[in-house]
Structures are given as C-alpha cells and as structure tokens.
C-alpha cells in the first residue's frame, strides 16, 4: 500500500446514490486543480457514462484476476457488481500533486479512512429521498436501479455521522462553493507564512 507523505491528502466524496456527489466532486476537482482516482467496475455504462472518465469498465473476470494479484487497495461487491481502487493509481496521482480526491460509496470510504486515517477527509453529499427519485426518473435511469438506490437509502444517508463534513445538495452552485472552500481551507493549512 502507498505511504502519503506529510503534505498529501485524500478526499473522499460519499453519500446516496442520486445525491449528485460525483457531480459535486467533479466540479470541485476541477475547480481546485486535483485530480480524481477512478474506481473500476464491473457493471455496464449508464447513459452518458464514459470508460475513462466515470469508471474503468471492466470484466468480471479482469477484475477478479487484478484482486487476485493484490491490485487493489479496495473492493466491494453491490448486488454481485464489483467495485475496487488500485493502489498503482493512487501513486501514480500523488507523483504529481498533493491532493487526489474519489467517489466512492461508504463501505469503500470505510475502508479507505481505515487505511489513511488523518489523511483521509470524507465529504457526504446528500439529498432527501424524494429528490433523489425525482432527478433519477428524469434522466430515465432503468426501473430496477431506482428500486435499488431506493432499497439503500437509509443504509447510505447513516454513514453521514461518520463523515468530518456534510452538505445538503438542494442547489449545486451553492453546494459546490461549500464543498470548495472546505476543501480549501484543508490545501492551504500549511501554506501561511509564519512571522
């Protein structure tokens, strides 16, 4: 596993599914500069969904022979769909910067703030039930996802309290200038000049 160094630092953004987080992270990201580790996956693309981009998508069979070789730092199975963060792509971001961020739900946060302790802040991004339906049936997302984001809701939004910050997503600018500044304010800690 890859030792951060003093001044590195991983931001972890989690909360429902439909809760807008990888939208939030996405635009704080590119807001401030850091770059995002991509999870991989063995589901198909969603509509809109780019290999690459949103996830690496891969075979089961890819993915199970990567565990098998101790490739990555984290895995998770939701409902026989596999999940998981290579520790390569970790290192690899940290080479060039000091603050890499991720999506990922919060069995992997879990994980990974077991693993990086102090140096793993967790965003939650949240919205209420009934918006996540309302934003997910407009973009036609299948019958059975929604069943499933739904079946899980209360599971995800009681990981909240576990998490150091927390943001309502009722209005994304707002949101995202929230999420910036509390980013933010952990980047530049150890850049104020002393007298």
Do not use: W
């Amino acid at each position: 596993m890859y030792q951060l160094k003093e001044k590195e630092m991983i931001f972890i953004f989690t909360g429902p599914d439909g809760s807008g987080r990888k939208t939030v992270a996405d635009m704080v990201g590119t807001t401030l500069g850091i770059p995002k580790v991509l999870s991989y996956t063995t589901r198909k693309p969603r509509p809109a969904e780019e290999d690459g981009q949103d996830y690496h998508f891969i075979s089961e069979d890819v993915f199970q022979t990567a565990e098998q070789n101790g490739e990555f730092i984290e895995t998770v199975n939701i409902e026989g769909v596999y999940y998981g963060i290579k520790d390569k792509d970790i290192e690899d971001l940290f080479e060039q910067n000091n603050f890499i961020y991720l999506i990922i739900n919060a069995e992997g946060a879990r994980i990974l703030k077991q693993l990086y302790q102090e140096r793993a802040t967790r965003v939650f991004i949240y919205v209420d039930h009934d918006t996540i339906l309302e934003r997910q049936k407009a973009l036609d997302m299948p019958e059975f996802v929604l069943k499933s984001h739904s079946d899980r809701y209360q599971e995800d939004m009681s990981y909240k309290e576990e998490c150091m910050h927390s943001v309502e997503n009722i209005d994304l600018a707002h949101t995202v200038f929230a999420v910036t500044n509390i980013l933010e304010d952990y980047m530049n800690r150890d850049l104020v000049e002393k007298d």
